[in-house]
Nanobody, 123 residues
Framework: QVQLVESGGGLVQAGGSLRLSCVAS????????MGWYRQAPGKQRELVAS???????DYADSVKGRFTISRDNAKNTAYLQGNSLKPEDTAVYYC?????????????????WGQGTQVTVSS
């Protein structure tokens, strides 16, 4: 069974840092784009950052210069380093990935979500 598992969330003071990890496991042939999304209470889920299999990155304007997305293809893992955190960064952070996976005897591209990890930034 293919799954994405996030870790690294928690409580941090404003100005502090956190590093989130997302590990993909299961019958995976390839990992294409990986991304981090977040959803604050009462708000829609939004893209924070994404990284392609070739290493091209994209960031939301609100986190540019403070967050860095990276990946270790050998470990099927994506990371999100957040620095200079602000109270408005408080949200549940979700990992997302486009994967080429084995289903029965075939290969299919599927999109997967992790279960989310809470990040709370206190002022």
């Amino acid at each position: 069974q293919v799954q994405l598992v996030e870790s690294g969330g928690g409580l941090v003071q404003a100005g502090g840092s956190l590093r989130l990890s997302c590990v993909a496991s299961g019958s995976i042939f390839s990992i294409y784009t990986m991304g981090w999304y977040r959803q604050a209470p009462g708000k829609q889920r939004e893209l924070v950052a994404s990284i392609t299999s070739g290493g091209n990155t994209d960031y939301a304007d609100s986190v540019k210069g403070r967050f860095t997305i990276s990946r270790d293809n050998a470990k099927n893992t994506a990371y999100l380093q957040g620095n200079s955190l602000k109270p408005e960064d408080t949200a549940v952070y979700y990992c997302n990935a486009d994967l080429l996976v084995r289903v029965d005897s075939g290969r299919y591209q599927r999109n997967y979500w992790g279960q989310g990890t809470q990040v709370t930034v206190s002022s």
